[in-house]
């Protein structure tokens, strides 16, 4: 993870200087930069909220003795588009903005619900987000290509 990190950053930096020379060459620097500040601006307000709205989620659930999961998840996405808001740049304002939406929120809650179950004990997964869900096949099980009573 940490290569992908030192490999991703400077790479989302020179595709948002690219793409601030592109935008700014279009509608002009000044509004380039006024439209990068602004966006900035909109990304701090939506990580006070979302981080307020986090915490008020996961302390009613708790007091409500509902597994809190799903709500600090959802509020960790929410933390996620502001941050990527946050950070100058039109690249990262995209990201953020695509975020926001319903479809991609609901991708990204999903994906970091099952990157924090592989990386938690089964009890704090159980904990955290309920019982498992598991997908039961009827028929019959499938062989796997061993022959019985002989040892692999």
Not at 21 to 41: H, Q, R
Not at 79 to 108: C, D, E, M, N, Q
């Amino acid at each position: 993870m940490g290569r992908a990190i030192a490999l991703g950053v400077p790479l989302v930096a020179a595709a948002e200087i690219a793409v601030f020379i592109l935008v700014g060459g279009w509608i002009g620097y000044g509004w380039a930069l006024l439209a990068v500040l602004a966006a900035s601006f909109v990304g701090m307000m939506l990580l006070r909220r979302e981080g307020v709205r986090a915490w008020r989620g996961f302390v009613a659930a708790a007091n409500a003795g509902q597994h809190p999961g799903e709500r600090v998840i959802d509020g960790i996405v929410g933390l996620g588009a502001g941050a990527l808001l946050s950070v100058p740049g039109f690249v990262t304002t995209l990201a953020g903005l695509v975020l926001l939406l319903p479809p991609a929120r609901a991708v990204a809650r999903r994906g970091v619900q099952r990157w924090t179950e592989r990386r938690v004990s089964t009890a704090v997964a159980g904990d955290l987000f309920g019982p498992r869900k598991v997908k039961v096949h009827r028929g019959a099980p499938e062989s796997d290509g061993a022959i019985e009573g002989e040892i692999v």
